[in-house]
């Protein structure tokens, strides 16, 4: 019976018709609940890959996938928002804003993936925190978010169960890079958590899984049009990602960086990433008239300490003791796990910073012990970096422009690779900017 089904499919794809509806029902219900062989999944995973589907197809899948687990149900008005990310080096955005939108009155049910690759995972970050418990049943989610606003919990077989499996075959088929696959694995997961507006970061650069403009722009279009779709909100903002995010890269030390900005400080390359994100949602969820405004409204509660006293409730709530709370909210440094060592680079001449390979950090820190190359690989929360200087500053021979965090001893090939990542020139480089494109 499964045969025939994938054979209709697979045929309706080479030949670019549309895929019934019925038989994609049946497809995903049949993933969800494993009664499909594995490879008859495969087969189709790839005709996919091979053939692309379109728009409507894109649309059909992801709302079947949506609607293959739990799907989080909100009354009142519509102020449930999140954002995406498609990974990068020292992206922090969602500890910061998930609660500085708490505190503007929206409500933020956010899922988050551990990291895999040269990319950190929020999950990995939050679990770096003493007590953070990420394991939250949907139900206890909507308690949670009802109770205070917002929570981040890892992604689970509850919501949209048909993405583990295709996820895991699409990792060993060589079809991860399929921009309706893609579309439909990211976009079912928010749209299960019942959002009215989301904020797309699509990454574009050599630290990124999109590497051109071209690849961001067919990804944020693919995934805009199906969120839309779904009658969710949707912009995806195009963001730069070859040089690495503020200042701390590492899944502990990207928590004192979070915390510092919820202090009102921290680098203004985080802290404007944040607004941005989060003031574009304010928009988007009709709650501020202009984007504007929404970015006011966020960097005012950044600002007054309200960001801050959200996160400390998302701690409690998701079981760290108030006590350690206050401290990490305070004194994050003193609360968190510091790696043995600590070692500073210096720059062998004088001038400007024109690049920090955002790349070739990540791939040491992974080496290190801060990232994973299989998912069960464990990580060490407290490997990392402290990034001291950024792009277009000045800098003098001699002087430390990175600290790593290790517990490994640093090897020749590490310290190579380190000082390679900076690049001085003899004047200031153009304005950097983050964002490169809005996609709507």
Not at 13 to 37: M, T
Not at 294 to 322: H, S, W, Y
Not at 387 to 403: A, D, L, M, Y
Request: one cysteine or more; aromatic letters at 2%.
């Amino acid at each position: 019976m499964s045969e025939e089904l994938i054979d209709r499919m697979c045929d309706s794809i080479v030949q670019k018709n549309p895929i019934e509806k019925n038989d994609l029902s049946a497809f995903i219900k049949g993933v969800a609940e494993r009664h499909i062989p594995v490879s008859q999944i495969e087969k189709w995973l790839k005709s996919v890959h091979q053939h692309g589907i379109s728009v409507e197809d894109t649309t059909a899948l992801t709302e079947g996938m949506m609607n293959s687990g739990a799907v989080l149900n909100w009354q009142g008005t519509a102020n449930v928002v999140d954002k995406h990310s498609t990974g990068g080096v020292g992206d922090k955005m969602s500890l910061m804003l998930a609660p500085a939108l708490a505190a503007c009155g929206m409500r933020v049910p956010m899922l988050a993936g551990r990291g895999l690759g040269h990319t950190g995972g929020t999950i990995d970050k939050l679990e770096s925190i003493p007590g953070f418990n990420c394991d939250l049943t949907p139900h206890r989610m909507q308690e949670v978010v009802e109770e205070i606003g917002c929570c981040i919990a890892a992604q689970n077989d509850s919501i949209a169960p048909a993405d583990g499996l295709l996820y895991a075959i699409r990792d060993v088929t060589n079809t991860v890079d399929s921009i309706p696959l893609i579309t439909a694995s990211i976009v079912s997961k928010k749209a299960a958590e019942g959002l009215n507006a989301l904020v797309l970061d699509v990454k574009c650069g050599k630290a990124a899984f999109m590497k051109t403009m071209h690849e961001a722009k067919e990804l944020a279009e693919s995934m805009v049009r199906t969120a839309n779709g779904l009658g969710i909100r949707t912009v995806a903002q195009i963001t730069d990602m070859n040089q690495p995010i503020g200042s701390h890269i590492g899944n502990a030390l990207e928590v004192v960086e979070s915390i510092h900005v919820l202090q009102g400080k921290g680098t203004l390359d985080t802290r404007n990433l944040v607004v941005m994100q989060a003031g574009k949602l304010m928009q988007l969820s009709g709650h501020c008239a202009t984007f504007e405004e929404g970015k006011i409204r966020i960097e005012k509660v950044l600002d007054n300490g309200k960001a801050l006293e959200k996160f400390i409730d998302m701690c409690v709530a998701q079981g760290t003791p108030l006590g350690v709370a206050q401290q990490l909210a305070s004194e994050p440094e003193s609360v968190l796990s510091k790696a043995n060592k600590t070692t500073a680079i210096t720059s062998d001449s004088s001038g400007f910073i024109q690049d920090i390979d955002a790349m070739a950090l990540a791939e040491v820190a992974r080496e290190l012990g801060a990232g994973r190359f299989e998912l069960t690989d464990n990580v060490e929360h407290d490997v990392g970096f402290v990034v001291e200087r950024s792009i277009n500053q000045p800098i003098k021979q001699g002087q430390t422009w990175i600290h790593v965090h290790h517990n490994l001893p640093l090897s020749n090939a590490h310290l190579e690779k380190i000082r390679d990542a900076i690049t001085i020139s003899t004047t200031a480089g153009e304005h950097f900017t983050r964002l490169l494109v809005t996609v709507e």
